[in-house]
Every structure is written in C-alpha cells, then in structure tokens.
C-alpha cells in the first residue's frame, strides 16, 4: 500500500506557473512508475504526465507536452509536476497516483494508489 499526499495547488493567473508535489510513504518508492491526472468540472479523469520508477522515461498528454514536466526524487519519495503556460482550460483537481508497473504506463486502472487531489485554478 502507498501513501500519497499532494501539494502546491492554488489560484493562478493564466500564463504562469505552478509547481505540484507528491509525497509517498509505504512501497518503495523507487519500484513504481508514477503518474498525474486531473479532473475537471463535470469531465471524467484523464490522464496529464507519466514517469518510470527511474526517472528515465516520461510521456505526456498531447494537451500539456511542452507546458509541463513531470520529474521524481526518489531519495525524497517524491514526484513532481512543473506546470508552466498554465491556461483556463487546466483549472482542474490534480491527483497523484502510483503505478503497478516499473515502467510508464497512461491508462488510469493500472494505478492503485491515489492521492486526495490538489485544485489548481487558472483565471483568464
């Protein structure tokens, strides 16, 4: 089982940044990849950035590649997301997740542990 707490939401204006932490405790956290995903008013869940247990790998929604950078310390148990060019359309509750998989994976069922969620809100 896997602990995650998020942080470092908020209120922001469209264009600028903001910079997602999640902490974990439990499973090593070196032997999983770890993913974010975000869910808006009246959207289903879907999935923004993943990253492999090492760091190496990452992949990006098609929405957010180039704004957003997805990176992990593991000595911190800690993944982050750096959120630059933010725009109206990525007000949403940001959730962390932790993979069954090593490697990186984007589909939402192969995550079984979730975070409470952070809101991130981007006024235009």
């Known amino acids: 089982q896997v602990q995650l707490v998020e942080s470092g939401g908020g209120l922001v204006q469209a264009g600028g940044s903001l910079r997602l932490s999640c902490a974990a405790s439990?499973?090593?956290?070196?032997?999983?990849?770890m993913g974010w995903f975000r869910q808006a008013p009246g959207k289903e869940r879907e999935f923004v950035a993943t990253?492999?247990?090492?760091?190496?790998?990452?992949r990006y929604a098609d929405s957010v590649k180039g704004r957003f950078t997805i990176s992990r310390d593991n000595a911190k148990n800690t993944v982050y997301l750096q959120m630059n060019s933010l725009k109206p359309e990525d007000t949403a509750v940001y959730y962390c997740?932790?993979?069954?998989?090593?490697?990186?994976?984007?589909?939402?069922?192969?995550?079984?542990?979730w975070g409470q969620g952070t809101q991130v809100t981007v006024s235009s």
């Open positions: 439990g499973r090593t956290f070196s032997s999983y990849a």
């Open positions: 990253i492999s247990w090492s760091g190496a790998n990452t």
């Open positions: 997740a932790a993979a069954t998989t090593r490697e990186i994976i984007t589909g939402p069922r192969w995550y079984d542990n």
